[in-house]
């Protein structure tokens, strides 16, 4: 039971929790030990319960797990639950002034007494809440063996520049590790003890990694419009920026950030500044994703690059706000009316949170349409351990844009299919040369752009987007395969799902059961999704929404081989667990 | 347009027809088609440089007008009532270039109103001009949110509803430009054109512009006849480029006020109505609803105001448009890379 547990803090919104479980999370990140977290929170500012997972593993996974085994209860109100939820051999932490609270035999209880600790230090008022969840962190630190230094040094990253306040919960965390020291004896088998496994590593949420990562590829304008989970994304952006993006010579900024009126504005922002040649994005999530409809099927026909990040959560409607999803494969893929299809990539991890954040402005310049990352709660808004991401190896690739020399020499018209790739050239406002203004447009055009309803010009032009999306199969992020010889089964997953497959496979492997794993990163397909497909008997396609819109769309595109293809798909709310994955590979595998 | 016309050139040498794009598809007799008459013959007058100016609009017959113009010019005919979104974006990555926004009052009271009224709190460098004739004419004659109350139409009967006044809400999103005109006065139609371009953010000219086929009962306020009969003008202008020289001398002093516009120009007011001050916010409401008590319109400048920073200046963007800034401006160094990381460490 040493570094290969869960710890869940019960809590109640609001109170500041959240900085006591991040610094938690930091000290034993600090230790070495490979963590992991999960933040279960209500949508609401104040007073509703909120659950925090801190994952420790020796080998490395970092997976959701149903249930954690040590319970830090700080929330009167859901103690009943979370008591009930531990497994037998758990361990309970909780305040001492919970007389009535109910016990449980096969679970180890150990009290602090919160109320004493603040009343003696003298904090009154809504510090109260603040220094109670600074009780658990050094309670807990003692009870588990977390070191007292790395604690400090955790409280000295969260509150740097902050010396009274850093004094304020240091001396509180100490007052509750020495009192456990001293009053309690330890009685079960919860140990953390240093590794050695997180030397140079980041701790960073996937919204921050996009952030960083649409800076380091150019963003020049973000405008959005809030929501969850989509707002953290936009804030990293707006720290970040100040801090990277100041021009030297001049000290001004080389970026604008808008906080618009609603999402249709704020995509129509980005499509605007796209269409000047600025590298534009927007952040949302699957609402906004619906508003910004008619914009994105704009910049599809009218050929404009945009980038929009969608931090997905669960639908359809308003949903679950704070809840984690891949429910928008579908309709994202296909967004808009008429024949329309969208650019998709699936960031999985942090680092490709980075990378996708400046190589999605690539792509949407070189393709001259909009980009989808999709991200999704679960990724974008918990924090996650990585390897320092690698600064980006090539140029940027701005597309095929003309400039007024280029104009002079080889004409222009704005749609023509110069390379048979598709891709049409196109010049910037600014241009002095007459012949480069052209007139962008959602409705029917000819080559040279003019409006037009002659149907062999709109069955050519919608040609010619068909063999731009086969361009794209090409230029997009390949898919990452890993196949162990004797592999009979195959896993496809995309996005956050990563960790629980890798652990579900990794455990299979355990059981001698080797498996294949193809991790798609983004749409369109590429040629080698048929490849996998083909070498395996059966398929599992696993992915966090009711209907599995992966499995369907690989089914629409190799209806050959769509019998082979088995979904494992759910959605509750929650990252998957490697366990709902086993069990369903089990119920199609029963010998396994 | 004459030979003669067709064969001048300006102050940049161009001709009158470069500042011209395709024929009009609009009905014979359009008002928008006056209208974009004048924006030609303004743009060719102040020698305005094509590639410094983007066209812009919407959706509906008026939105189609921005074919009709500029054809050496970039633009982009969005999406109705989106043509605000679409237009902040463009201004914001490239601020060394303006606009001339054209759109109906569908695509701006109507659908989009919300856009209108925001782009106005941001106060872009666009001139926008509503051309407005109270009915959908593109699908055949709907009323639109500027409709008459109590107007009835063959297609769609009696409109219920009151008026939007698109000078009034643009006065009270913070515009800093507000003029209200009529196609059929090209005269005035051009002069405020022309101060409006001098303009540092968004300049409105809703400008009442009958619709031939589809509302030009005599009744109607937005019919031709009525417009003739009814304009109540604030004032004359006449707008004075910064490089002439100024001669107050060819208005009445006692009755001209000049304006000066933040590049160094000026718009002289010749008042009708002695009391008139359009940078009077008060006073500019107050007049458009004793019109609108009264039934009359009131065409001229009727609120200025040029103390709102745009948009661009509150950003206070580095000088090089955003969209021209090279790899070196917008990636920032490895070093750069390895310190922020540092602190997720």
């Given at each position: 039971m040493v570094n290969?547990?869960?710890?869940v803090?019960?809590?109640?919104?609001?109170?500041?929790s959240?900085?006591?479980?991040?610094?938690?999370l930091?000290?034993?990140?600090l230790?070495?030990?490979?963590?992991?977290?999960?933040?279960i929170?209500?949508?609401?500012?104040?007073?509703?319960?909120?659950w925090?997972?801190?994952?420790?593993?020796?080998?490395g996974?970092?997976?959701?797990?149903?249930?954690?085994?040590v319970?830090?209860?700080f929330?009167?109100?859901?103690?009943?639950?979370?008591?009930?939820?531990l497994p037998s051999?758990?361990?309970?932490l909780?305040?001492?002034?919970w007389?009535?609270a109910?016990?449980r035999?096969?679970?180890?209880?150990?009290?602090?007494?919160?109320?004493?600790?603040?009343?003696?230090?003298?904090?009154r008022?809504?510090?109260?809440?603040?220094?109670?969840?600074m009780v658990?962190?050094g309670?807990i630190?003692?009870?588990?063996?977390?070191?007292?230094?790395a604690?400090e040094?955790?409280l000295g990253?969260h509150f740097?520049?902050?010396e009274?306040?850093?004094?304020?919960?240091?001396?509180?965390?100490?007052?509750?590790?020495?009192?456990?020291?001293?009053?309690?004896?330890?009685?079960?088998?919860?140990?953390?003890?240093?590794?050695d496994?997180?030397?140079d590593?980041l701790?960073i949420?996937?919204?921050?990694a996009?952030?960083l990562?649409a800076?380091?590829?150019?963003?020049?304008?973000a405008?959005w419009?809030?929501i969850?989970?989509a707002?953290?994304?936009i804030?990293a952006l707006?720290?970040?920026?100040p801090k990277?993006?100041i021009d030297?010579?001049?000290?001004?900024?080389?970026y604008?950030v808008?906080?618009?009126e609603?999402?249709?504005s704020a995509?129509?922002m980005v499509i605007?500044?796209?269409?000047?040649?600025?590298r534009a994005m927007?952040?949302t999530s699957?609402?906004?994703?619906?508003?910004?409809?008619?914009?994105?099927?704009?910049g599809?026909?009218a050929?404009v690059?945009?980038?929009?990040w969608?931090?997905?959560?669960i639908?359809?409607s308003t949903g679950?706000?704070t809840r984690?999803a891949?429910g928008?494969?579908?309709?994202?893929?296909?967004?808009g009316?008429g024949d329309s299809?969208?650019i998709?990539?699936?960031?999985?991890?942090?680092?490709?949170c980075?990378?996708?954040g400046?190589g999605?402005?690539?792509?949407?310049?070189?393709?001259?349409t909009?980009v989808f990352v999709m991200?999704?709660?679960?990724?974008g808004m918990n924090?996650?351990?990585s390897?320092?991401f690698?600064?980006?190896?090539?140029?940027?690739k701005?597309?095929?844009?003309?400039?007024?020399e280029?104009?002079?020499?080889?004409?222009?018209s704005?749609?023509?299919?110069?390379?048979?790739d598709?891709i049409?050239?196109?010049?910037l406002?600014g241009?002095?040369?007459p012949?480069?203004a052209?007139l962008?447009?959602?409705?029917g055009h000819?080559?040279d752009?003019?409006y037009?309803?002659?149907p062999?010009d709109?069955?050519?032009?919608?040609?010619r987007?068909?063999?731009?999306?086969?361009?794209?199969?090409?230029?997009?992020p390949k898919p990452?395969?890993d196949?162990?010889?004797?592999?009979?089964?195959?896993?496809?997953a995309?996005?956050?799902?990563?960790p629980?497959?890798?652990?579900a496979?990794?455990?299979?492997s355990?059981?001698?059961?080797?498996?294949g794993?193809?991790?798609?990163?983004?749409l369109p397909?590429?040629?080698q999704?048929?490849?996998?497909?083909?070498?395996?008997?059966?398929?599992f396609v696993?992915?966090?929404n009711?209907d599995g819109q992966?499995?369907?769309?690989?089914?629409?595109?190799y209806?050959d081989?769509?019998?082979?293809?088995?979904s494992?798909?759910r959605?509750d709310?929650?990252p998957?667990t490697?366990e709902q994955?086993?069990?369903?590979?089990?119920i199609?595998?029963?010998?396994? | 347009?004459?030979?003669?016309?067709s064969?001048r050139?300006?102050?940049?040498?161009l001709a009158y027809?470069?500042y011209?794009?395709?024929?009009s598809?609009?009905?014979?007799g359009c008002?928008h088609?006056s209208?974009?008459?004048?924006?030609?013959?303004?743009?060719?007058?102040?020698?305005?440089?094509?590639?410094?100016?983007?066209?812009?609009s919407?959706i509906?017959?008026?939105?189609k007008?921005a074919?009709?113009?500029?054809?050496?010019?970039?633009?982009?005919?969005?999406?109705?009532?989106r043509?605000?979104s679409?237009?902040t974006?463009?201004?914001?990555?490239?601020h060394h270039?303006?606009?001339i926004?054209?759109?109906?009052?569908?695509d701006?009271a109507s659908?989009?109103?919300?856009q209108f009224?925001?782009l106005?709190?941001?106060?872009l460098?666009?001139?926008y001009i509503?051309?407005?004739?109270?009915?959908f004419?593109?699908?055949?004659?709907?009323?639109?949110?500027?409709?008459?109350?109590?107007?009835e139409l063959?297609?769609?009967?009696?409109n219920?509803?009151p008026?939007q006044?698109?000078?009034m809400?643009?006065?009270i999103?913070?515009c800093?430009?507000?003029?209200?005109s009529f196609?059929g006065?090209?005269q005035q139609?051009?002069?405020?054109l022309k101060?409006?371009?001098?303009?540092?953010g968004?300049a409105?000219?809703d400008?009442?512009?009958?619709?031939?086929?589809f509302?030009?009962?005599?009744?109607?306020?937005?019919?031709?006849?009525?417009?003739k009969d009814?304009?109540?003008?604030?004032?004359?202008?006449h707008?004075?480029?910064?490089?002439?020289e100024i001669?107050?001398e060819?208005?009445?002093?006692?009755?001209s006020?000049s304006?000066?516009l933040?590049?160094?120009?000026?718009i002289?007011?010749?008042k009708l109505?002695?009391?008139y001050d359009?940078s009077?916010?008060l006073?500019?409401?107050?007049?458009?609803?004793?019109?609108?008590?009264?039934?009359e319109?009131?065409?001229g400048?009727?609120y200025?105001?040029q103390?709102?920073?745009?948009?661009t200046?509150?950003?206070?963007l580095?000088?090089?448009?955003l969209?021209?800034?090279?790899?070196g401006?917008?990636?920032?160094?490895?070093k750069a890379?390895?310190?922020?990381?540092?602190s997720?460490?």
């Amino acid at each position: 039971m040493v570094n290969n547990f869960s710890i869940v803090v019960a809590s109640t919104n609001g109170s500041g929790s959240l900085t006591a479980n991040l610094i938690l999370l930091r000290s034993l990140f600090l230790m070495g030990i490979p963590v992991s977290s999960k933040n279960i929170f209500p949508s609401n500012i104040q007073g509703l319960p909120t659950w925090y997972y801190i994952r420790l593993s020796s080998r490395g996974f970092e997976a959701h797990r149903k249930n954690a085994e040590v319970l830090v209860a700080f929330n009167r109100l859901t103690f009943g639950d979370d008591l009930a939820n531990l497994p037998s051999g758990g361990i309970c932490l909780r305040p001492d002034s919970w007389s009535d609270a109910p016990e449980r035999e096969d679970v180890i209880t150990y009290t602090v007494p919160v109320d004493a600790f603040l009343r003696d230090a003298g904090i009154r008022g809504k510090n109260r809440d603040y220094l109670s969840n600074m009780v658990y962190v050094g309670a807990i630190a003692q009870l588990l063996g977390i070191e007292f230094a790395a604690v400090e040094q955790s409280l000295g990253h969260h509150f740097e520049g902050k010396e009274s306040l850093y004094k304020l919960n240091a001396s509180m965390v100490s007052i509750a590790y020495h009192w456990v020291g001293d009053n309690t004896q330890k009685q079960d088998p919860f140990l953390v003890a240093p590794m050695d496994s997180n030397k140079d590593k980041l701790l960073i949420t996937g919204n921050e990694a996009a952030a960083l990562g649409a800076i380091f590829g150019g963003v020049s304008l973000a405008s959005w419009y809030p929501i969850t989970p989509a707002t953290g994304l936009i804030d990293a952006l707006s720290i970040l920026l100040p801090k990277l993006r100041i021009d030297e010579e001049s000290g001004k900024p080389t970026y604008a950030v808008i906080q618009a009126e609603d999402e249709l504005s704020a995509i129509g922002m980005v499509i605007g500044a796209g269409w000047a040649g600025a590298r534009a994005m927007t952040a949302t999530s699957g609402p906004g994703i619906s508003l910004m409809t008619e914009f994105a099927s704009l910049g599809y026909f009218a050929e404009v690059p945009a980038v929009i990040w969608d931090v997905q959560r669960i639908g359809p409607s308003t949903g679950l706000p704070t809840r984690t999803a891949q429910g928008d494969v579908m309709s994202t893929y296909f967004l808009g009316h008429g024949d329309s299809q969208s650019i998709l990539l699936f960031p999985a991890t942090v680092a490709e949170c980075f990378e996708f954040g400046y190589g999605a402005f690539d792509l949407a310049e070189e393709l001259q349409t909009p980009v989808f990352v999709m991200s999704d709660l679960d990724l974008g808004m918990n924090t996650w351990m990585s390897d320092p991401f690698e600064y980006p190896k090539q140029p940027m690739k701005r597309g095929k844009v003309l400039s007024e020399e280029e104009v002079s020499e080889v004409g222009f018209s704005r749609f023509a299919d110069l390379e048979g790739d598709g891709i049409p050239y196109r010049t910037l406002p600014g241009n002095r040369h007459p012949l480069s203004a052209y007139l962008g447009r959602g409705t029917g055009h000819n080559r040279d752009g003019k409006y037009s309803e002659k149907p062999a010009d709109w069955e050519q032009n919608m040609e010619r987007l068909t063999r731009k999306f086969e361009t794209a199969r090409e230029l997009v992020p390949k898919p990452i395969v890993d196949e162990p010889d004797q592999a009979r089964l195959g896993f496809l997953a995309y996005g956050s799902t990563l960790p629980a497959v890798e652990e579900a496979r990794a455990l299979l492997s355990d059981r001698s059961v080797p498996s294949g794993f193809m991790r798609i990163r983004a749409l369109p397909f590429m040629k080698q999704v048929r490849d996998y497909l083909e070498h395996y008997d059966r398929v599992f396609v696993v992915e966090l929404n009711r209907d599995g819109q992966m499995h369907m769309l690989l089914s629409m595109e190799y209806p050959d081989l769509a019998g082979k293809l088995i979904s494992i798909s759910r959605n509750d709310g929650l990252p998957f667990t490697a366990e709902q994955i086993l069990e369903q590979v089990q119920i199609n595998e029963p010998q396994i | 347009m004459n030979s003669k016309q067709s064969t001048r050139v300006n102050e940049i040498g161009l001709a009158y027809s470069d500042y011209r794009d395709l024929p009009s598809s609009l009905c014979k007799g359009c008002g928008h088609d006056s209208i974009t008459s004048q924006i030609i013959s303004v743009a060719f007058e102040l020698s305005l440089k094509p590639h410094e100016i983007i066209r812009l609009s919407g959706i509906g017959c008026s939105s189609k007008a921005a074919a009709y113009f500029f054809g050496r010019s970039h633009g982009f005919n969005s999406l109705h009532g989106r043509m605000p979104s679409l237009g902040t974006g463009a201004l914001v990555a490239n601020h060394h270039l303006s606009a001339i926004g054209v759109s109906g009052d569908g695509d701006t009271a109507s659908i989009g109103l919300g856009q209108f009224k925001h782009l106005l709190r941001r106060n872009l460098r666009m001139v926008y001009i509503v051309e407005n004739n109270g009915v959908f004419g593109l699908t055949k004659g709907q009323f639109s949110a500027t409709a008459d109350l109590g107007q009835e139409l063959k297609y769609a009967g009696r409109n219920e509803f009151p008026p939007q006044d698109l000078c009034m809400e643009a006065i009270i999103s913070g515009c800093g430009f507000v003029a209200r005109s009529f196609s059929g006065d090209p005269q005035q139609v051009r002069e405020l054109l022309k101060a409006a371009l001098s303009h540092r953010g968004t300049a409105v000219l809703d400008i009442i512009s009958p619709c031939v086929t589809f509302n030009n009962a005599s009744d109607s306020t937005k019919s031709y006849k009525w417009g003739k009969d009814n304009a109540e003008s604030l004032q004359d202008l006449h707008y004075v480029p910064v490089r002439e020289e100024i001669s107050i001398e060819e208005f009445n002093p006692g009755q001209s006020r000049s304006v000066e516009l933040h590049d160094g120009s000026q718009i002289l007011l010749q008042k009708l109505d002695q009391n008139y001050d359009p940078s009077d916010r008060l006073m500019a409401i107050n007049h458009l609803e004793t019109a609108r008590q009264k039934g009359e319109f009131i065409t001229g400048l009727i609120y200025i105001n040029q103390e709102r920073p745009s948009l661009t200046e509150v950003l206070d963007l580095v000088d090089t448009p955003l969209s021209l800034l090279p790899e070196g401006k917008l990636r920032p160094s490895s070093k750069a890379l390895q310190d922020i990381l540092d602190s997720y460490k």
